[in-house]
């Protein structure tokens, strides 16, 4: 049997020989070079302003600077922390072979620290390899900012940036080689289909966020008091971006302008569609009117679960994906939750943590041209199988290393800011800042 990925990031094996695609070897493209420059800067989008005005509409007022500044603050020190260390452990494959399990196939080395042997004339398959370190970087940004919606209102800014900078080196870059870095690697090495990073991104983030809240616990008075999100006209602006942006996401990870990214595209749009309007409509049939929060959340819910399938699932894939992730996104963000009393403040579990393991299950299933898919899948149920223990491997490893890093801060310096700071809120206790002048 043979399982092989698509074209996108998983393709990128061949690149990361030793001359990683050297300038002998191949030729800029100038079309490929301009479309990946776009990508890049949409998926930058997402971040700020998107996803933080996404999540600052949906706090209460007095914590609306505070999450704001968390986007802000991860992009720089993601950024910082990407050229330093994390592009060389999530990409360097010194010492990977396929088939063959070394340390190496869970991580990276450092022949690529601060950025080693980079040049104007570097390439990675047809653009510059600085292009494609940009475009990895804004998908390293992104991950830690989506979990800090998990814990939103309640944890320490200091502490904030110490997690965020421990985490992305000990479980996003190791994720992100062990899918993406290509043969020799982990996950790749097991089939694993992640176009776009439905276990890199959303799965990895998720969990971490559904772990986050449980170790910091509750905010103060919930679920009693009513924590009703103070600003949806920003959340429906940063959905909206977000949408706008994720082509740069999905598309951009066909790394060329052909028609793999083409299809990302259109694939992106009908599951965004679908789950968008199965939220909706399982919102209404249940409370009895849909919200603007509820269309927003399953927007997000819909971009989240095409992610991994992008570049394999074809259209009506695409629609079945997004009509699944809408309807099971409400479920778990509504009554799953409820039930079991966790308090995920702005729903990073139950929208990236579930709808990144929707799409990946899904992948397997879809990604076959028997289904309308675009994969080389010789077996349906062989591929479902990789997908599943994909899935369980990276909540398995996030999880225990998530949990582990915060007890270690925590321990050290604490996590979660005092009650007084939380009842003032955090613009003005942490920041000396009020987001509206009264």
Not at 31 to 40: K, S, Y
Not at 219 to 244: Q, S
Not at 405 to 424: A, N, P
């Amino acid at each position: 049997m043979t399982l092989r990925k698509s074209a996108g990031l998983a393709a990128l094996s061949s690149l990361f020989l030793p001359a990683l695609a050297s300038a002998q070897e191949a030729v800029l493209d100038s079309g490929d070079t301009a479309w990946m420059l776009t990508a890049t800067a949409l998926v930058l989008f997402m971040t700020v302003p998107g996803l933080a005005l996404f999540y600052g509409g949906m706090v209460r007022s007095k914590n609306l600077l505070s999450v704001m500044m968390q986007c802000f603050a991860i992009t720089g020190l993601i950024s910082v922390l990407w050229v330093l260390f994390g592009y060389s452990l999530a990409f360097d494959t010194t010492g990977m072979e396929e088939g063959v399990l070394n340390f190496s196939s869970f991580i990276g080395g450092l022949d690529k620290a601060f950025l080693s042997g980079l040049s104007t004339d570097s390439l990675v398959g047809t653009f510059p390899e600085s292009v494609f370190i940009t475009f990895q970087m804004t998908f390293a940004i992104i991950t830690p900012a989506l979990i800090a919606g998990a814990f939103a209102e309640r944890m320490k800014f200091s502490s904030m940036l110490v997690f965020m900078s421990v985490w992305f080196l000990l479980v996003y870059a190791p994720i992100a080689h062990m899918v993406w870095s290509g043969n020799g690697a982990l996950m790749f090495d097991w089939g694993v289909l992640d176009f776009a990073g439905g276990t890199v991104v959303h799965i990895n983030a998720g969990v971490a966020g559904l772990v986050s809240c449980l170790v910091l616990g509750k905010r103060k008075g919930y679920p009693g008091v009513a924590m009703t999100p103070h600003n949806l006209g920003y959340t429906l602006i940063g959905a909206a971006m977000l949408w706008v942006g994720w082509f740069g996401f999905n598309a951009g990870s066909a790394i060329a302008a052909n028609g793999t990214a083409g299809m990302a595209m259109l694939v992106t749009q009908i599951a965004t569609a679908a789950a968008a309007l199965a939220w909706m409509a399982a919102e209404w049939l249940t409370h009895g009117k849909p919200s603007a929060l509820g269309i927003a959340s399953g927007v997000v819910a819909g971009l989240v679960a095409i992610t991994p399938a992008a570049g394999t699932a074809g259209p009506m894939g695409a629609l079945v994906i997004g009509l699944a992730s809408g309807a099971i996104c409400f479920y778990c963000a509504t009554a799953v939750k409820r039930r079991f009393g966790y308090d995920d403040s702005l729903d990073a579990f139950g929208v990236h943590g579930v709808g990144g393991i929707v799409g990946a299950v899904l992948t397997g299933l879809f990604a076959a041209p028997a289904l309308g898919g675009f994969g080389e899948v010789d077996s349906v149920a062989a591929q479902l199988w990789i997908q599943i223990k994909g899935v369980f491997f990276t909540v398995v490893y996030t999880g225990i290393v998530t949990f582990a890093i915060l007890k270690v801060i925590d321990r050290v310096m604490g996590l979660r800011v005092s009650d007084e700071e939380e009842t003032i809120g955090l613009d003005l206790s942490l920041h000396n800042e009020r987001g509206y002048n009264l």
